[in-house]
């Protein structure tokens, strides 16, 4: 027997696997299944996967073209994958701008060690190191916050990412491959 499935990433309640009952087999005709779907209570209806596979249900009680099913779950499925793309341009943004902010205190600290300069040709080089201090710390934590954020963008990408094609891959070989059109 093949290896068990990996256990389902932390963010995802209804992961898209075989052993999901809802389409087990996909026995009794694609009314029932999706009567049975809609049936879900709204934490699940409300689902990617379930508004996909109700979807392309919809599409083929109404068409009977196993093709016109497959554009529309690949349509949507593309459809929400350009949702939360740019659902992360916000964030994006914002990782963007903490580097700006740091360079801002950088220049900042520059500017305020070089009004003491004149404190520095006396011998008293204290104000000077200090503000310096600040200026390379602001650079330095900013770019370090910045890159925890992208990371943690990163890793949302690929859960986000992961979930689009394993919802495509369960659309495709347990609805698409078993309807049969007129």
């Not at 793309?85 to 600290?109: C, D, K, N, Q």
Request: hydrophobic content about 40%; charged content about 20%; proline content about 8%.
């Amino acid at each position: 027997p093949p290896p068990p499935p990996p256990p389902p990433p932390p963010f995802f309640f209804f992961r898209p696997t075989p052993e999901n009952p809802i389409l087990s087999g996909l026995v009794g005709s694609e009314m029932c299944i999706r009567d049975r779907l809609e049936g879900l209570d709204d934490s699940k209806k409300g689902l990617f996967l379930t508004r996909t596979l109700i979807n392309g249900l919809k599409r083929f009680t109404t068409t009977k073209n196993v093709q016109d099913v497959s554009t529309a779950t690949h349509t949507m499925v593309e459809s929400e994958a350009e949702r939360l793309e740019s659902e992360l341009s916000m964030i994006r943004y914002i990782a963007w701008a903490i580097p700006s902010i740091g360079f801002i205190g950088t220049v900042r600290g520059i500017g305020a060690a070089l009004s003491l300069a004149h404190r520095a040709v006396d011998g008293d080089i204290s104000g000077v190191t200090q503000n310096l201090g600040v200026a390379f710390n602001s650079t330095f934590i900013a770019l370090l916050i910045s890159i925890v954020i992208m990371f943690m963008v990163h890793q949302l990408q690929l859960l986000q990412e992961r979930q689009i094609f394993e919802t495509e891959t369960y659309c495709d070989e347990n609805l698409i491959t078993h309807l049969k059109g007129e």
